[in-house]
Nanobody, 119 residues
Framework: VQLQASGGGLVQTGGSLRLSCVASGRIYRGYVMGWFRQPPGKERELIAGIAWSTGNEYYADSVKGRFTISKDSTRNLIYLQMNSLKPEDTATYYC?????????????WGQGTQVTVSS
């Protein structure tokens, strides 16, 4: 599976952005697809995941209530709607596939897209 993310940019505190990720190749029903982020000088962390077959969602506490993950199974698209953005959301965001939520790891990775939130 190849993943291509887009939609990052510069936004002010309180603003919104929507990230998109298109997947090429077969996404198996058992996969969890989602988004990681890596702030400057910190480790990469899983922030949102969605089960491809059921649509069940997972969110890290740091983004719960502000970010929403969704998918379009017919077009192999994964979205991350980010609202009420904060400076601490500044990071490189990565689309990922076949995520193991408990292990904070994934099999497939897209290129990163930068999100910068100004104060």
């Amino acid at each position: 599976v190849q993943l291509q993310a887009s939609g990052g940019g510069l936004v002010q505190t309180g603003g919104s952005l929507r990230l998109s990720c298109v997947a090429s190749g077969r996404i198996y029903r058992g996969y969890v697809m989602g988004w990681f982020r890596q702030p400057p000088g910190k480790e990469r962390e899983l922030i949102a995941g969605i089960a491809w077959s059921t649509g069940n969602e997972y969110y890290a506490d740091s983004v719960k209530g502000r970010f929403t993950i969704s998918k379009d199974s017919t077009r192999n698209l994964i979205y991350l709607q980010m609202n009420s953005l904060k400076p601490e959301d500044t990071a490189t965001y990565y689309c990922a596939g076949d995520i193991a939520i408990a292990d904070n790891r994934a099999t497939f990775w897209g290129q990163g897209t930068q999100v910068t939130v100004s104060s």
